[in-house]
């Protein structure tokens, strides 16, 4: 079993930044993905970014330039960061942190529906 903890959600002016982590426990294993969604009111949750075991990013085309995940894997511990930038009010949201157990081209495709595991979310709201 694997649990997700995110942490660094605030409230912030537009053009501020944030920085979200993730703490990953339980057992990673060797092959994961693991990434970063969000739900704005009444919009469906999307994909933000993605990372998967050897480094390869993917990124949402409305955040590109403006975000960077990263993963540091230390005493069989994963977090994974989403340093965020530039944010505009449209960034607003509950930021997910998602992985699923396994790899494959599939991971850099954002797509919820390959994760299996979700932490509890993490409240971003940024001001005009």
């Known amino acids: 079993q694997v649990q997700l903890v995110e942490s660094g959600g605030d409230s912030v002016q537009s053009g501020g930044s944030l920085r979200l982590s993730c703490a990953a426990s339980?057992?990673?294993?060797?092959?994961?993905?693991i990434g970063w969604f969000r739900q704005a009111p009444e919009k469906e949750r999307e994909g933000v970014a993605v990372i998967n075991r050897v480094g390869s990013t993917t990124y949402a085309v409305s955040v590109k330039g403006r975000f960077s995940i990263s993963r540091d894997i230390a005493k069989n511990t994963l977090t994974l960061a989403l340093q965020m930038r530039s944010l505009k009010p449209e960034d607003t949201a509950i930021y997910y942190c998602?992985?699923?157990?396994?790899?494959?081209?599939?991971?850099?495709?954002?797509?919820?529906?390959?994760?299996?595991?979700w932490g509890q979310g993490t409240q971003v709201t940024v001001s005009s």
């Open positions: 339980g057992y990673i294993g060797y092959n994961y993905c």
């Open positions: 998602a992985a699923a157990l396994r790899g494959g081209d599939w991971c850099l495709d954002l797509w919820q529906d390959n994760f299996d595991y």
